[in-house]
């Protein structure tokens, strides 16, 4: 199946700051990469996705970015906040199979006041 | 905005015996999933239902796991004789057409085997 590596595994920023989740895939079929936010006790919540036509979608303070060439996508969070603190997952569908995700293992983001 | 509902939020029960958890998902949606979180793990995933059948399962998802649609708005997922191991938040999730599309999770079900 799909290999998905997600790093890091904790982060903690000042607020303000920025903060960048990276995720590297193994298989070069796949087209959709989808970020989740899960807060304590929590659903996962898909909070950015993009699909492999673009390198780069933004909404807000959130953004993601795809190289397909290197299979790796990142989750940028500009101008942190103390309620961006959460576990943050990266998801990839393998290749052409109808919508199951692999998941990555999360990074419990904490920002500080 | 729709969501996807799960019941009960909190399920316990003692091993061996049968649970059953609901979802509804959200109502134009034609593909359901079935995935668990063992507490401070990632997300994985059990099977995919389209067309009143399954698509896809895991090694995860063996013969104590069932999942049915009994009706035009609940799938529900059944295990048969509930194991220690099985204690984790089961989490529902429905999509609109199945390849990459965004998935929508439940609140999920947390259940605890005694």
């Known amino acids: 199946g799909e290999n998905v590596e997600q790093h890091p595994s904790t982060l903690s920023v000042q607020e303000g700051d920025s903060a960048v989740i990276k995720c590297t895939y193994s298989d070069s079929a796949s087209n959709y990469f989808p970020w989740y936010k899960q807060e304590l006790g929590k659903r996962p919540q898909l909070i950015i996705d993009?699909?492999?036509?673009?390198g780069e979608k933004k909404d807000q303070r959130i953004a993601v970015t795809l190289n397909k060439t290197a299979k790796h996508f990142s989750l940028h969070i500009t101008e942190t906040q103390p309620e961006d603190s959460a576990v943050y997952f990266c998801?990839?569908?393998?290749?052409?199979?109808?919508?199951?995700?692999?998941f990555g293992r999360g990074t419990q983001l904490t920002v500080w006041p | 905005e729709p969501e996807v509902t799960q019941t009960p939020s909190h399920q316990v029960t003692q091993m061996g015996q049968e649970v059953i958890l609901r979802c509804v998902p959200i109502?134009?949606?034609?593909?359901f999933y079935w995935y668990r979180q063992i507490l401070g793990q990632k997300v994985e995933f059990l099977v995919s239902f389209y067309n009143n059948e399954i698509s896809e399962k895991s090694e995860i998802f063996d013969d104590q796991f069932s999942v049915e649609r009994p009706d035009g708005s609940n799938f529900t997922l059944k295990i048969r004789s509930t194991k220690l191991e099985d204690s984790a938040m089961y989490f529902c999730a429905s999509d609109a057409a199945g390849y990459n599309q965004p998935q929508h999770f439940g609140d999920g079900t947390r259940l605890s085997i005694l």
């Open positions: 993009i699909r492999s036509n673009v």
């Open positions: 109502s134009n949606h034609l593909y």
């Open positions: 998801a990839v569908p393998r290749g052409s199979t109808l919508g199951r995700l692999y």
